[in-house]
């Protein structure tokens, strides 16, 4: 609003955003972020995939508290977690309980 309480003829009226449209914004984020790690996958590929930041992305678009990403190579093998994602406080506390890392051991 200018200061004559009338609509800017540049900007129009003042107006909120709604829950609906939020709701895009944050899917288009979350996509463009899923975009972004499919891309460096494919420029990591024979080489060391950043695991740990693919997780805390992942954590983040889930709306997640933890996340954890595990690697299968082959059937017969173990699951490999690679990265793990949260409060690090908390991570290091299910350590402490477990008695070992979570991180690099086989399932």
């Known amino acids: ?46 080489s060391v995939m950043p695991w740990n930041g ?7 678009i889930s709306g997640a508290r933890f996340a954890a990403c595990n690697r299968y190579d082959a059937p017969d093998r173990p699951a490999l977690t690679v990265a793990l994602s949260g409060p690090p406080e908390h991570l290091i506390m299910a350590e402490n309980l477990l008695g070992f890392s979570v991180t690099g051991h086989g399932w």
């Open 1 to 46: 609003m200018n200061n004559k309480n009338r609509p800017d003829p540049v900007t129009g009226p003042e107006r909120t955003v709604t829950d609906e449209e939020q709701g895009y914004v944050r899917r288009e984020a979350a996509l463009l972020k899923i975009l972004e790690w499919a891309r460096i996958h494919a420029d990591h590929s024979g």
């Open 54 to 60: 693919l997780t805390e992305t992942i954590r983040e």
